[in-house]
């Protein structure tokens, strides 16, 4: 069942989310949605498509609209203040679902920003299309967790293709790289693939 909620981050912010708890989770999963600025939110296609996963992977979860976003109070805020929503949320999630693996990720944007959320319960990240634009990579907290992290990375990306999701990641413990074939930035044709990436990381961090 899915259950909408508000989320209280600090004055000014209260954050628009859907929480799903499945009867008895294996994992619960934070996901993270694209720059707002160029259109993002918590409904746009990967976001999703990773959304629409979970039950069949038995993993709770949320999404929420950042601050400033669809029905989010507050301001953009560049990369920091999304950083304390993504915090708040993981927060409300655990809440609900129990001790259970933390996930979190998303997608582009969403997934930098998950990057740089520093939590000792994060079991593992997972990315898609990743730009490692939002903050500088050596700044994320990611990189220093021995948790496992997948890069779900297009072929074709046109703003952090495989060659600089590699480079950037190399010195990362846990870090893997998938590649998915054929497709751009935008994972055209590639849904399911990336709901598949979701199943699969469940089974691997669970």
Request: proline share 8%; charged share 20%.
């Given at each position: ?24 989770p294996r994992a619960a999963m934070v996901i993270g949605h ?173």
């Open positions: 069942m899915i259950e909408h909620l508000r989320i209280d981050v600090e004055p000014g912010v209260a954050l628009e989310a859907e929480i799903f708890v499945p009867v008895a694209p720059n707002p600025l160029m259109g993002g939110d918590m409904h746009t296609p990967v976001v999703a498509a990773l959304w629409n996963a979970l039950p069949v992977a038995e993993t709770a979860g949320i999404r929420f609209n950042f601050r400033g976003t669809g029905s989010s109070t507050g301001a953009h805020d560049q990369g920091p203040g999304e950083v304390r929503d993504f915090e708040a949320a993981a927060t409300a999630l655990v809440r609900a679902a129990g001790d259970v693996a933390l996930l979190v990720g998303g997608w582009s944007f969403g997934a930098d920003i998950s990057l740089a959320v520093a939590r000792p319960d994060i079991a593992g990240w997972l990315l898609a299309a990743a730009p490692f634009k939002v903050f500088e990579p050596e700044t994320m907290a990611a990189r220093l967790s021995p948790a496992p992290k997948r890069f779900i990375v297009p072929q074709h990306d046109h703003i952090c293709g495989p060659k600089r999701t590699t480079e950037v990641t190399a010195t990362w413990p846990g870090a893997e790289l998938v590649v998915i074939d054929g497709t751009d930035h935008f994972f055209g044709g590639a849904l399911d693939d990336i709901a598949e990436q979701l199943r699969s990381f469940v089974d691997e961090t669970t």
